[in-house]
């Protein structure tokens, strides 16, 4: 196997000066978003549906409980999306409820990750602006991958990395070994989205197609994006046995790009007329005119993956990453907050089992990451207190830009008054 140079793992402080909000930040948007009345009539409309059939008619008591859930994480200081989803997962996951209590707790739960979904993707629109400005503060990332392709293991949602590959010419590999097309729905044959796709059973190095050698970027989506699904029948209900995303290739600039990942907003199925509505997923029309139906790759909440290192259906990229941290020189974590375990436990694993494996922190606080306190020996662990920009320029120029950092303090300072006007205008 050929040896892997270097790697980048990136959380979302990695995108943040480049538009993208923060966790604490989506979470505002949330419970900014349910306000009494919203969630009010939100919860009215849900209890006249039954999507599971008249013979599983929806439960008022779980939604009830659901909605005293949601007031309950809205009146604590620490607001977080994500565990209140785990929280409403866990409710899934006992045992001691009805099938009528379960099946409505989960209708509810796809309805919520739809709502946060789609404020992902809306992100990228309200705030591309950010990104065109604040792009030149990222103009070394492509001197920092040097000649040789870069790994980046992304955390992330969002389209950064996307953006910055083509605005700066860089090949990307998401790895994908064929092509696929899909029309705008079964009434437009002529329109279509072109995705690149990889069988899950096929997630490994020796049998995906990513970039070998010369400067590129190979990028692994751990928690999936607005731009990557699956499809097909797979032993795990909830993930597609062929994973897809957007192809990039008619993209010149970062714009071009999400204008393509915006047309995923019109895709649609329709059946008498009708459009078929489904949660969690896209109802589209194959090239056949045979309905499929694209799965959101997006993971969130408490339970993203088990909790046990063994391979399991649907965790193909964990092994996928396994084999590639195994392979690795270097490691650059820059903008992760160490939150999840199973990302956290690999990193482990590799740094025992990879005795050549160094890693680099990139933080901009003081926080002492103990995971990685039994390698600080032999400079296997390094920290480095900086934003991501300020970073770049360190590690390319060998030197702080005073001024860059100044600008970038100056328009952190008025993120909050950006944050504000979205949701006075989007989210009321």
Known sequence: MVKIRKGLLIGAGFSYDLGIPLANDVSKDFFFFYNNTRLKDHINSWSKHEPYGEDNPTDSKALFDIAELFKKHKCNNSLNYEEFLKDIEDI???????????????????????????????????????????????????????????????????????????????????GSVSKVKFPISNLNFENTLEFGSVDRKDLSLENMNFIKSGKGVNLIKLHGAINEFSYGDFDNI???????????????????YLKIVSKKTEMKYFFNGLKINTLNELSVSGMDGEIQFLRNSIKMG??????TVNPKPGEEKLALIDQILDNLDEIIVVGYSFCDEHVNIRLYNAMVRNENLKVWIVDPSDSKIKLFEPFEYDLRVRKVKASTPEWLRYITAGNWDIENRQNLDEFRKIRPIIYEEFRNKHLK
Request: charged share 25%; glycine share 4%.
């Open 92 to 174: 899934i996951r006992s045992h001691d409820i009805s099938k009528e209590y379960r099946l409505t707790c989960e209708y509810t739960r796809g309805k919520i990750l739809d709502i946060i979904s789609y404020l992902f993707y809306a992100y990228h629109i309200h705030y591309f602006p950010i990104y065109h400005l604040n792009k030149h503060f990222y103009k070394d990332f492509s001197k920092f991958i040097g000649e040789d392709p870069l790994w980046v293991i992304s955390l992330n949602h969002d389209l950064i990395i996307e953006f910055l590959c083509i605005d700066n010419k860089i090949p990307l590999s998401f």
């Open 238 to 256: 909830e993930e597609g046995k062929t994973i897809i995303q957007l192809d990039i290739k008619n993209s010149d600039t970062a714009l071009d």
């Open 302 to 307: 408490g339970h993203k993956f088990s909790k």
